[in-house]
């Protein structure tokens, strides 16, 4: 089945400061989706991008399908921001594959 | 519009005993999917409900089942709970025809 690997693991940002998440996929995708966990769990939609590039706020995320990655750009970092971020894909079909996921973590 | 609500929010069950999750997604979402999370093997696929029908499955023992109503509400189930159930079980919701998933506050099951 498709791999779905993201870097860094881990991420420690003084706020302020801009960050680059990395999702790669081993093989073509129908949907690509981020997502950010809060603390009790639950997944909060950041972005639904197949391909392209999006923007919301200070965040902004580019599919590049041809070549198999996302990147998720976090600028002005804020302490909101910590927690883990997860890359999901999904192939023909209908089930999400996530990956481990990057631990950001932000200080004041 | 109301989210995707899951209840009940936290449980506590012993090995051995079953439970039952619920999910309401957003109206007029038909499709209902259930992931779990554990910290050692991450968010893995449990199975996917679609006009009251299975339409994808991941690969869980068949003590994880699950169904679907004609008002799009899902439930799943777990039989002979083991101490590796422990889990945050999350539901998803999304419109037919679209790729977006959007996902619940999860519930999260502990098992003694």
């Known amino acids: 089945g498709i791999q779905v690997e993201q870097s860094p693991p881990d991420l420690i940002l003084q706020e302020g400061a801009n960050s680059t998440l990395r999702c790669n996929f081993s093989?073509?995708?129908?949907?690509l989706q981020w997502f950010h966990q809060n603390p009790w769990g639950q997944l909060i939609n950041l972005f639904y991008i197949p391909s392209g590039t999006k923007q919301n706020g200070r965040l902004s995320a580019t599919t590049v399908a041809t070549e198999r990655y996302s990147l998720l750009y976090i600028s002005s970092s804020q302490t909101t921001d910590s927690g883990v971020y997860f890359c999901a894909v999904e192939e023909a079909g209908t089930a999400l594959i996530f990956g481990k996921g990057t631990t950001l973590s932000v200080s004041s | 519009k109301a989210g995707v609500t899951q209840t009940p929010r936290y449980l506590i069950k012993t090995r051995g005993q079953q439970v039952t999750l619920s999910c309401s997604p957003i109206?007029?979402?038909?499709?209902v999917s259930w992931y779990q999370q554990t910290p050692g093997q991450g968010l893995q696929f449990l199975f996917e409900y679609f006009s009251e029908t299975q339409r994808n499955k991941g690969n869980f023992p068949g003590r994880f089942s699950g169904r679907q109503f004609s008002n799009s509400r899902s439930e799943m189930n777990v039989s002979t709970l083991e101490l590796g159930d422990s889990a945050l079980y999350l539901c998803?919701?999304?419109?037919?025809?679209?790729?977006?998933?959007?996902f619940g506050p999860g519930t999260r099951l502990t098992v003694t």
């Open positions: 998803a919701s999304r419109r037919a025809g679209s790729g977006e998933q959007y």
């Open positions: 109206s007029g979402h038909r499709s």
């Open positions: 093989d073509s995708v129908n949907n």
